[in-house]
């Protein structure tokens, strides 16, 4: 990970953080309410009275959940621009510039759980990452780490030209080869979206290189009594097929 690698991450989410705000609002986009959210919280369990770290806390949106559930929270961001609408947002909570590959302003062990709600995608160096939510765990505390499915990039699906609801998923260079990939805009944003592909495998050999036990592991897909939650049948199809996120529980089995 370089030092040019974070600035570039940096500078990008504070270019879109008021498009990020629109996009995720107060409770977040299609893709967390359908699938991923209900995932997350059965991975959580309760949290009321927990020490819980927002690690990658955007603009305030699971901070304020976690906060709505008893939990007592820290949101973390790179992006200073993220960090000032969070605090504006919700002023109460304790946000913080940090990057998650560092965790500077956390001290060790003061955590009983960290969430990482679609961050490691976009993080220069997962190693790094886990090793510092580790460091900041008490022992026997609980990683929940949610982001995009790195074997079918969404923004590299298209459907096949022979019709029907055939699905392709298209690469331009190999699975196993670590390296920052750029999506095309979507939704409402303008911008080009940066992020680091690596294969599953790579994921699963850092969280246990940093301590971590797999406790528990999921594909989100929309489940049936969430079917009314779709606006339309083109996202509810895509929310019932299409594989878009990992969520992966961990326990932490060292200390720092």
Known sequence: MSDREIEETQAFWNDVAEDWRTQVGDEGD?????????????????????????????????????????????????????????????????????????????????????????VLMDTPDVQKATEAFSRVLKPGGVAVLVFSHP?????????????????????????????????????????????????????????TAAGFAVVDFEEPRLTEDRYHLAKNEKQLLKAKTRPYSVAFKLKKTTSA
Not at 64 to 90: F, P, Q
């Open 30 to 118: 299609s893709n967390r309410r359908l699938s991923s959210d209900p995932v997350l919280w059965a991975f959580a369990g309760d949290v009321h009275g927990l020490e819980v770290l927002d690690a990658g806390c955007g603009t305030r949106y699971l901070s304020n959940k976690l906060s709505e559930r008893g939990a007592l929270v820290t949101g973390i961001d790179l992006s200073e621009r993220m960090i000032a609408i969070a605090r504006e947002s919700n002023p109460s909570l304790d946000f913080r510039v940090d990057s998650c590959s560092s965790l500077r302003t956390i001290d060790d062990e003061c955590f009983d759980m960290v969430i990482a709600n679609y």
């Open 151 to 207: 074997c079918f990039p969404a923004a590299h699906a298209v459907l096949s030209e022979e019709g029907g609801e055939t699905l392709l998923y298209k690469w331009d260079s190999p699975y196993f080869e670590e390296k920052k990939r750029t999506d095309p805009p979507w939704a409402h944003f303008t911008s080009d979206f940066p992020w680091f592909h690596r294969p599953l495998s790579d994921y699963w050999k850092a969280f």
